[in-house]
């Protein structure tokens, strides 16, 4: 059965860093690219981070460049998102997606606030 199970989220101070993990089973992580896509309160889904398959090359929303890094770890069948100097703007559920071809499939998300 192909699953991809988010975790990691929380609640997290102005300025503070959360990893974000998602752990795929069922299928081969590594033969797809993968995306981190975030949702807020009101506002529709938005990508975020993206790295390829088997070059791993990576492209970021402008809002999170430079503060959000996305990696694979195919020897985990996982891929992560480090995500740094949150800001309250960043509140949202976050979900991982895997695409190959015509097939792609969904996380369940988990949610992220940043709140003092």
């Known amino acids: 059965q192909v699953q991809l199970v988010e975790s990691g989220g929380g609640l997290v101070q102005p300025g503070g860093s959360l990893r974000l993990s998602c752990a795929a089973s069922g299928f081969t992580l590594s033969t797809y690219a993968m995306s981190w896509y975030r949702q807020a309160p009101g506002k529709e889904r938005e990508l975020v981070a993206d790295?390829?398959?088997?070059?791993?090359?990576?492209s970021y929303a402008d809002a999170v460049k430079g503060r959000f890094t996305i990696s694979r770890d195919n020897a985990k069948n996982t891929v992560y998102l480090q995500m740094n100097s949150l800001k309250p703007e960043d509140t949202a559920v976050y979900y991982c997606?895997?695409?190959?071809?015509?097939?792609?499939?969904w996380g369940q998300g988990t949610q992220v606030t940043v709140s003092s």
């Open positions: 997606k895997a695409r190959r071809g015509g097939a792609q499939y």
């Open positions: 790295i390829s398959n088997f070059r791993g090359v990576t």
